[in-house]
C-alpha cells in the first residue's frame, strides 16, 4: 500500500513571498505522484502530476514540484504567491499504472497574507 | 465541455428519507467516482465505476447504493442515513482507468442528515 504524508497543516505566507508546501510518500512500489487544490466550497482541481521523466515538473498558476526518490518527497513549490492562491492543497498517490486508487493527504491550508 | 455537474449542490435530509445525488460529465471519460470529504479532512474513495461496471467498493455501508446509468451519469441513491454521514460528496471522472489519470472533480453536495 502507498501513503503520503503532508508535514503542514497550516502555513501562513505573505503575499508575493515564495512557498514550499511539504509532501513525502511512502509506497513499496513504483508511484504516480499528484498534487490537487481546493478551493472554498469548491472540489479539486490538479495542479500537477509526476508519472516518470523528468523530476522537476511544472504546473498551472505557476506552481511546479520536484520528485526526489532518495528522500521519498515531493514538495511544492510556488516563487511569488497572490491573495488567490489561498487554498487547500492536497498531495495525493496512486500504486502506478495499474492502480487507480488516489490516496490523499491530510491537506495543508496555504492562507496569503496581505 | 471540461466539467463535472453534481446535484443538487446542498441537501438536507432526515434519518428515514430516501435521496439521490446527481452526478454528469460530457466529456466521455471512462471512469466515473464517488469520494466523501467530511470537514477539514481529505477526500475518502467510495466508489469506482469503470466503463459502467462497479469495479471498486470501499467496504461503503449498504445505505449507500451507487447506481451508472449510462457513461455519462452517475448516482448515488441514499436511505436511512446517519448523522455521522454529513458530508461534502464529491463524484469525479476520468478518461481512463490506469493510475496516473487526472480526475475531474464537480463541486460536491453538501449534505446534512438530521
Known amino acids: 500500500a502507498q501513503s503520503v504524508t503532508q508535514l503542514d497543516s497550516q502555513v501562513p505566507v505573505f503575499e508575493e513571498a515564495p512557498v514550499e508546501l511539504r509532501c513525502n510518500y511512502s509506497s513499496s512500489v513504483s508511484v504516480y505522484l499528484f498534487w490537487y487544490v481546493q478551493y472554498p466550497n469548491q472540489g479539486l482541481q490538479l495542479l500537477l502530476k509526476?508519472?516518470?521523466?523528468?523530476?522537476l515538473v511544472k504546473g498551472i498558476n505557476g506552481f511546479e514540484a520536484e520528485f526526489n526518490k532518495s528522500q521519498t518527497s515531493f514538495h511544492l513549490r510556488k516563487p511569488s504567491v497572490h491573495i488567490s492562491d489561498t487554498a487547500e492543497y492536497f498531495c495525493a498517490v496512486t500504486g502506478g499504472a495499474g492502480s487507480y486508487q488516489l490516496t490523499f493527504g491530510k491537506g495543508t491550508k496555504l492562507s496569503v497574507i496581505p | 465541455d471540461t466539467e463535472v455537474t453534481q446535484t443538487p449542490k446542498h441537501l438536507v435530509m432526515g434519518m428515514t428519507n430516501k435521496k439521490s445525488l446527481k452526478c454528469e460529465q460530457h466529456?466521455?471519460?471512462?471512469?466515473m467516482y464517488w469520494y466523501k470529504q467530511k470537514a477539514k479532512k481529505p477526500p475518502e474513495l467510495m466508489f469506482v465505476y469503470s466503463y459502467e461496471k462497479l469495479s471498486i467498493n470501499e467496504s461503503v455501508p449498504s445505505r449507500f447504493s451507487p447506481e451508472c446509468p449510462n457513461s455519462s451519469l452517475l448516482n448515488l441513491h441514499l436511505h436511512a442515513l446517519q448523522p455521522e454521514d454529513s458530508a461534502l460528496y464529491l463524484c469525479?471522472?476520468?478518461?481512463?482507468?490506469?493510475?496516473?489519470?487526472?480526475?475531474?472533480f464537480g463541486s460536491g453536495t453538501q449534505l446534512s442528515v438530521l
Open positions: 509526476y508519472l516518470s521523466g523528468s523530476t
Open positions: 466529456m466521455g471519460h471512462r471512469a
Open positions: 469525479a471522472s476520468s478518461y481512463g482507468t490506469g493510475g496516473g489519470e487526472k480526475l475531474f
